[in-house]
């Protein structure tokens, strides 16, 4: 028998640099966007993202607000007025929720686009998409989540079927909706806010975040073993609430596998 043909190599996605002074942030980030298909660097500071510059090309800088020594807004403005290709690198800043100053100053200094925290990553994935299309670096698509399988249980996400063991459970509209957002963000804390929005008639409508409270200990007994010690679907005291799974299913692999 013959050997197969070798398969070539998986073109790497946009490189992004990733500059915060916040240890943590910056591995977060890293983590995330690497597992979206993108290339990553990190740097902690103005200095050490100017170093970066200098030896690797990025196709885009998501960039902090506030740094010890050069602001994030200093920094951009230089990199403004610096030779070409460093004067068009797209530049999506982060700014502290509700400081007008922090994102006028980015604008002012010539960043693509701003970024509140916190922040949700799936709003952040989109918002480094948009700026690349902008700029003309096609963006590797970030992958689909079609199904997710926490325990005995796989989520179907288009069909809004959750399954135990094959057997499906009765899920409310509200549950349903509840538990696909989560799953869209598997491992990621969702708000409580973010939880309470559905669309009703093609408009956003916003419930009460004590409903959504309730719609998840409903939710928690079901898929729960133990509803006062969760294992899978698990509150973030003040931020709001996770879902842990055991594996995510793209749209094209087959839904089987996450039961």
């Known amino acids: 028998m013959s050997a197969p043909a070798p398969q070539p190599a ?21 983590r995330y966007l690497a597992a979206q298909g993108y290339l990553v660097s990190a740097a902690a500071d103005a200095v050490q993202a100017r170093a970066r510059l200098a030896d690797m090309t990025f196709d885009l800088i998501v960039l902090d607000v506030m740094m010890p020594g050069e602001s994030g807004p200093e920094f951009a403005r230089k990199l403004r007025s610096a030779a070409e290709p460093l004067r068009s690198s797209p530049i999506l800043m982060l700014t502290a929720r509700g400081e007008t100053a922090d994102r006028v100053a980015g604008l002012e200094a010539g960043v693509d686009d701003y970024l509140a925290k916190p922040f949700e990553p799936r709003e952040l994935s989109l918002r480094i998409a948009s700026i690349l299309r902008r700029a003309g670096r096609a963006a590797r698509p970030a992958p689909e989540v079609a199904s997710v399988r926490f325990g005995a249980f796989g989520f179907d996400l288009e069909k809004g079927r959750l399954r135990e063991h094959g057997r499906i459970i009765h899920l409310t509209t509200r549950e ?20 309470a929005q559905r669309q009703v008639n093609g408009k ?3 419930a009460g975040e004590r409903s959504v409270d309730v719609e998840v200990a409903r939710l928690r007994r079901k898929i729960e073993g133990d509803a006062g010690g969760p294992r899978h679907l698990q509150t973030i005291r003040g931020r709001g609430y996770r879902l842990w799974v055991d594996a995510v299913v793209g749209p094209d692999e087959e839904y089987g596998k996450a039961q």
């Open 10 to 30: 998986a073109e790497p996605g946009p490189h992004i640099l990733v500059v915060d002074d916040d240890r943590r942030i910056r591995s977060l980030l890293s």
């Open 204 to 206: 956003v409508e916003t």
């Open 176 to 195: 349903e909706e509840i538990l696909r957002a989560l799953a869209m963000n598997a491992g990621e804390i969702v708000s409580r806010q973010r939880l």
